[in-house]
């Protein structure tokens, strides 16, 4: 089971083997820690922060209506675990080039915040061959998350947004 062994329940029956790996698809560094240089390196790549030109009335902070907010549920609780796209066989071959399920589920989650105004510049960037179409709904992503997010209806959404 690929998930994070703080999460996973270990049987209590002493005769039954348990054994613990580090996420698939990585270089380890050392024991169980995996090397997600790449990963994070990706992470950076897709800008995870509010982008605006236009300062926040009166200095206060950036608001949203309650409805617009609901829309990120299911999204910002991703931990970047990269349990789901170390089970992507897409990642495993395309990592150097396609994002994977966990940054393009953070990926979707600027896209549709109703504060950020660089929506263009996100699809923009998303907009090539590898980024985001090397995605085949395999869905290895979806059952593997331990948080019990949805990075694979994420993806969906984002092709849907690049259709518009």
Known sequence: MNTLACLC?????????????????????????PDLTHFYKQYKSIKPYLQRDTPAPDGREYRQTK????????LYECILCACCSTSCPSYWWNSEEYLGPAILLQSYR????????????????????????????????????PKG??????IAEIKKEMAL
Do not use: F
């Not at 329940?9 to 380890?28: C, D, F, N, S």
């Not at 907010?69 to 299911?74: F, T």
């Not at 263009?120 to 995605?135: F, G, H, I, Q, V």
């Open 9 to 33: 329940r270990i049987p209590t029956e002493e005769t039954k083997e348990m054994k613990i790996y580090p996420l698939p698809h990585t270089y380890v560094v050392k024991d169980l820690v």
């Open 149 to 154: 997010l949805n990075p694979g209806l994420a």
């Open 110 to 145: 600027w896209l549709i915040d109703s504060r950020d105004e660089r929506k263009a510049e996100r699809k923009d960037a998303l907009d090539n061959s590898m980024s985001l179409y090397r995605c085949h709904t395999i869905l290895n992503c979806t059952r593997t998350c």
């Open 67 to 74: 409805a617009d907010r609901r829309k990120l549920d299911g």
